[in-house]
């Protein structure tokens, strides 16, 4: 985002588009949230080209704000907040991957936008979900209690919720949730 220019901005479509990254993967178009197209807006000042955070630096080599910059202030800013060392700018990426993946469970879709060229790296941001496992269990439990599948003659009446017996075949899972 530090290199990112008025031009290549996309209004309609809502993306930013990185036509100098070091691979081909990453040249790629990015999504931009409401969010962040009010607050660009706000920023845009009636400019269609340059720098979208120019440096302030008279002699910047670069024309834009630099990363070492930014991760100065960012860590001069935790530290007056009192936040943990271990809270780093690049906690941020993360943070987005992770949330794209969970939310959207299109893992192509969020290794195009983080510019990964193959499925492991972006596997990483996807976290364990036992609060899904749980809920896809209690769900089949809730189903096998009020379907129509009925216990053989001397078993127990709990015998599907319990097992997980499948409603589909006579198959269990022996994942115990109740």
């Not at 000042?45 to 979208?52: K, R, Y």
């Amino acid at each position: 985002m530090l290199k990112l220019r008025w031009e290549h901005l996309d209004w309609l479509q809502k993306t930013a588009s990185n036509p100098s990254g070091k691979t081909e993967r990453a040249r790629r178009l990015v999504p931009i949230s409401e969010r962040m197209l009010t607050i660009l807006g706000q920023r845009r000042s009636g400019q269609n080209q340059g720098w979208v955070f120019p440096s302030p630096k008279k002699s910047s080599r670069t024309g834009h704000f630099s990363l070492s910059t930014v991760e100065h202030q960012f860590v001069d800013a935790r530290r007056k907040a009192g936040l943990p060392e271990a809270l780093v700018l690049y906690c941020a990426r993360h943070t987005y991957a992770t949330d794209a993946l969970a939310r959207t469970r299109n893992m192509a879709a969020v290794m195009d936008t983080m510019g990964h060229a193959n499925v492991q790296s972006t596997m990483i941001y996807q976290h364990q979900g036992l609060e899904q496992i749980r809920g896809a269990i209690n769900l089949r439990n809730k189903e096998n209690q009020s379907s129509a599948i009925k216990p053989s003659p001397g078993t127990e009446s709990s015998f599907g919720q319990n097992l997980g017996q499948s409603r589909e075949s006579d198959a269990l899972a022996v994942a115990v949730s109740d």
